[in-house]
């Protein structure tokens, strides 16, 4: 019973320690996400104010505040 009980801690450590690791990885990847997205955003923002001709729209399922209902006045 030791010996299983032994197993299952060392199991349930390896676990833990795989956990953090890959919560560090996702936070990570998050901050590299913003930091893109933010980037695009400042590119469009230029890009749209020098051609007001060509709307710029992050109109998709990337962008959650989209909404097809115009906007009243």
Do not use: F, V
Not at 16 to 41: D, P
């Amino acid at each position: 019973m030791d010996k299983l009980n032994s197993q299952l801690y060392w199991q349930n450590h390896c676990i833990i320690k795989e956990n953090e690791r890959l919560r560090k990885k996702a936070q990570q990847l998050n901050q590299e996400n913003q930091a893109l997205l933010t980037e695009l955003k400042q590119k469009l923002s230029k890009k749209g104010r020098s051609h007001p001709d060509h709307g710029s729209c992050l109109c998709s399922t990337s962008n959650p505040n989209y909404n097809n209902e115009p906007r009243q006045p």
